[in-house]
């Protein structure tokens, strides 16, 4: 009962507004664990630093983790939190790591060998043939690849795992239950037979992550392959892949980001506004 209370707790102060996730660990190891911080008076609260809306906020926050449990038990997810030992050892090691995942696949991905692939969406040709050949040899080598699930570099990586009949891992810049992009829900759902979805928000937040979660989180080494990459290019594929936007990809990235997030319009963060990431091939390895 303890460890569902402590999990229960992670879960309720991940709801509240305002509250990093280092703050409020170093919170839970202060009164010991997130359940406390949860239950505690706010005066108490405010003597170690919280302001009184902050104090507020978490005050109110327990009232809305059932919900939450609801919604991720909808989503067919399940959550890890900070103190799980299922939780990746090398995301705890980041200065602010998240106080929950939600996982849709199988947990035990998450603690296989593994390297992430990652890139820009509007890649060349030549970069979603080196992602390819990367995510391919790796599958074929039984080493999890692990990418964004964005389009570009990101779902090429995905796919090729998936012909070769290999494990692969997203993490997603939204809450579990809302893919984007929107045509990605096909291999989101294969993504979920032979590995996993990852999100470091409790549900389907309402609101796109900006290019930069830590997709690498499951690897220690850097490998960058970028280099390679863009001296193999041809002048013509590098203007194409760096390119700006025309108005019309804004206008479809927009439409495609409300409607993996339930709203009408962009979201905070989302394709329509975010910076673009770099060209293909940067990896990490365990």
Request: charged share 25%; aromatic share 2%.
């Amino acid at each position: 009962m303890d460890g569902d209370r402590e999990q229960l707790g992670w879960l309720g102060l991940t709801l509240v507004r305002g509250l990093e996730a280092g703050r409020a660990a170093a919170l839970a190891r202060t009164l010991g664990g997130p359940s406390r911080v949860l239950g505690a008076p706010a005066a108490v609260l405010e003597d170690h630093g919280v302001s009184p809306a902050l104090a507020a906020e978490i005050g109110r926050a327990g009232d809305r983790v059932a919900g939450e449990l609801r919604a991720i038990a909808g989503a067919g997810a399940t959550l890890v939190t900070l103190d799980d030992p299922a939780y990746p050892p090398l995301l705890r090691q980041i200065a602010d790591p998240p106080l929950v995942l939600t996982i849709r696949g199988r947990v035990a991905s998450l603690a296989e060998p593994a390297v992430a692939v990652v890139g820009a969406r509007r890649a060349s040709e030549y970069g979603l043939r080196v992602a390819e050949e990367l995510a391919g040899g790796l599958a074929l080598a039984g080493v999890t690849v692990v990418s964004g699930l964005a389009t570009g570099i990101d779902g090429a990586a995905h796919r090729t795992a998936l012909d070769r009949g290999g494990r692969t891992v997203a993490i997603m810049g939204t809450g579990i239950d809302a893919v984007y992009p929107a045509w990605h829900r096909g291999l989101a759902a294969e993504i979920v037979g032979e590995g996993a979805l990852v999100s470091e928000f409790p549900r389907a937040v309402r609101f796109l992550n900006a290019p930069g979660s830590p997709v690498g989180f499951l690897s220690d080494e850097e490998v960058k392959a970028r280099a390679a990459a863009e001296a193999a290019e041809t002048p013509e594929e590098r203007a194409a892949a760096e390119a700006p936007e025309t108005e019309d990809q804004r206008a479809q990235e927009a439409a495609d980001a409300a409607e993996a997030t339930g709203t009408d319009e962009p979201q905070a963060g989302s394709a329509a506004g975010a910076a673009e990431p770099s060209e293909a091939g940067e990896t990490r390895s365990s």
